[in-house]
């Protein structure tokens, strides 16, 4: 039995396990957030990842326990599960499925769709001068409307690469942290990594038309009758017949499925989207500005809490609007903007200009 | 013929815009400056002729297009179910 800490924000999590992947996929993942004796501040959550358990494998926390039958899904599932655990835990900050960088003292954030090169663009940046906070988190404290940085491992997809590759571009410094046959995880050197700033511009990804048509492969644990009754409005292919139900949606459906799951406590074990057509990016990039409110409400599109949320689950309305308020106030000194990406040498020089000016 | 907004829509104002909350159907939506004039006298005592002259008075403009803006705010208000029946 192992015990890893780590500092999450204003909690600290404990992970108890006695599966060795397990612990070796968090260590890879989330190092940089290794609790240090001194600062065990914070409410802390408790994290038990076990194999010995009537033979089955499990997860638990304080509030619920989650048996898994296949023990090589065990890192994955521990890795999701806790994630979201936390982060519906997390009260100091709102935290964005978004990009985050610095430009001196200016923060940048970026938020996108899965698959749409937020990490080419954010590592493209840092290529450029800026310093990474996180490829896939923006988090606003709430106290204080300032970046904190988010520093995981970024997952790099064979796209990333093939861009990099056009522009005979090298790829920031940075030492390999776990390498799969579809991507490959890696940290960038300290020297790379910023630290907390404020915000100053945010830009929204503008999707792509033909992205309100991608399709996404899910892939359940399992899929009881109600839960199928529920889905079948949304799945354009019907689950395969033999092992894990897989069928595919709309990745504009992804929020009834999230719901629908969350609501019977199966778990999605995979969502694989497709990537955007490499010839969206090959365009001239531009760029219009967004008001606040506007900005706001797009943003929280991507509130990584999600409706378990302790912030959304104890404002005074109870659901997510509450926070719109709070992210506008935020928003105040920051410049917002829709961006449609094009030639990623022309859209970092783009977001390059704006933080200068 | 007057016009009454659904008490229980929230409205929230954000710098020049208006934010409205419909919490049956669970949406947001934002008006504009011009829109939210027109909101403003969804009250049951304003026409639609009140309101046009209310617009133009507003935004100081003699343009011919206020009544076809006026009535596009209307009918997006209508077809959001966001006025009583």
Known sequence: MKIQKYRFFDHYIELRSDHAETLTLMEAMFRRFALTEQDKKGDKLRYDVLTQIGGKSGIHTHDFCHIVDNTSLLPALAHGIILRHFLAHIRSHLLFHAAALSHGKKGVIIAADSGCGKTTLALALVRKGFKLLSDETAALNLSTGTLTPYPRCLWIRAGTRRVFQDFAWDFPTHDIAIKTQERTAIHLSSTLMGNTCQPFCLFMIQRPKQADERLCNITLESLPQNLSKQLQQIWITPPTQYGFPTFKIKEADLNILYNACDAQGILVLDVNETAVDPTYYKQTPQITAMSKLTAAISLLRYFLGGAQSVLVQENEQGNAVGLIQPLVKMLKQVNCYQLTPGRLDHTVEMINDLCQS | ?85
């Open chain 2, 1 to 85: 013929m007057t016009y009454v907004s659904r008490k229980d829509v929230r409205a929230t104002e954000v710098e020049q815009e208006l934010m409205l909350h419909d919490p049956i159907a669970k949406k947001v939506y934002v008006l504009n400056p011009t829109a939210r004039v027109i909101w403003s006298l969804c009250d049951g005592a304003h026409t639609q002729t009140q309101m046009n002259e209310a617009v133009r008075s507003h935004f100081q403009t003699t343009t011919l297009d206020v009544s076809q803006d006026v009535q596009n705010a209307l009918n997006w208000l209508r077809d959001y179910q966001l006025l009583e029946q």
